[in-house]
């Protein structure tokens, strides 16, 4: 078969990715309704289980079950590690303060990146790129304003939820060329799910209505289309052409705030999710540049 051109393709990508950030979002905004109700430890054990059951289902369709076997069982560990610190830390956040306050700071992960990236990865990193991490962190202390009573136990957890998911994105990287796309995503789905099992108070446990199954099973679903979105997007151009598009979110995340729960973001936390947008798109595309220049 004749690949297409990237520029042939970006029409093509642009609207998996949409589709991968459409799936996120309707994952958080599921998530956000959900937690009102229920316990979080209950709301990971569902929407993981749900999520794990499609994806084996899908499975056939992204190289078999026999792609999800692997000689580096060490790493998959690691990065469970990492999924378990993103998913409960990210949804404790996200039960806790306004969807699109939870959201900019999970945006935070591509400029944590770009520091690990120089420490594990040994990539260079120019001036301009590390000035436009210091400008995004900025971002966020402009959005806590530490001393204002803005920074909680809530604003804390997502951005340990950042840092790990921009760990789990390291050791993707380390894991790319000899594990598939399915165990990538298979295994950080799995250790969520098996500290919910390990951790679930029956006590606590609350018998989901037929509303709440819906909800359950849209997060799962949504979660899927995620994967595939994103997976097939950056499958097929490059990263520096696709990523800003992924801040749509941010958007979106703003008027269903609005919409669903009244949520109205402060001028700060406008001003912090400009700040680090701008310093995320710089970053990828200084990255791209480099990548031309060598």
């Not at 589709?19 to 316990?39: E, H, M, N, R, W």
Request: with cysteine; hydrophobic share 55%; net charge neutral.
């Amino acid at each position: 078969m004749t690949h297409l051109s990237e520029q042939e393709n970006v029409p093509r990508a642009a609207a998996w990715l949409v589709l991968g950030v459409a799936g996120g979002l309707g994952l958080d905004l599921c998530a956000k309704q959900i937690l009102q109700a229920y316990p979080l430890v209950q709301f990971v054990l569902l929407r993981s289980g749900i999520a794990m059951l499609i994806m084996l289902a899908l499975a056939p369709r992204f190289g078999g079950y026999e792609t999800l076997r692997s000689k580096e069982i060490g790493w998959h560990v690691v990065r469970t590690l990492f999924a378990i610190g993103a998913m409960y830390g990210f949804f404790y956040g996200l039960a806790r303060m306004p969807l699109v306050n939870a959201l900019t700071l999970g945006y935070t992960a591509p400029l944590i990146m770009t520091v690990l990236a120089s420490i594990f990865l040994d990539e260079t990193i120019g001036w301009r790129r590390w000035t436009a991490v210091s400008v995004g962190f900025a971002g966020v202390l402009i959005i806590l304003r530490p001393g204002s009573g803005e920074f909680s136990i809530a604003a804390a957890a997502v951005l340990i939820a950042a840092f790990c998911y921009a760990c789990q994105a390291i050791t993707a990287r380390r894991l790319s060329a000899t594990e598939s796309t399915l165990a990538l995503s298979f295994y950080v789905v799995v250790g969520p799910l098996a500290v919910a099992l390990a951790i679930i108070d029956t006590d606590t446990w609350l018998s989901p209505d037929p509303a709440g199954w819906v909800l359950f099973c849209a997060a799962a679903v949504a979660s899927i289309i995620a994967w595939v979105g994103f997976v097939n997007g950056y499958r097929a151009v490059s990263p520096a052409t696709l990523a800003p598009l992924e801040y749509i979110a941010l958007v979106g995340g703003a008027v269903a705030g609005f919409l669903i729960w009244d949520e109205v973001p402060d001028r700060w936390v406008i001003m912090g999710a400009l700040i680090i947008i701008s310093s995320g798109v710089f970053v990828v595309y200084r990255s791209e540049a480099r990548k031309a220049e060598i």
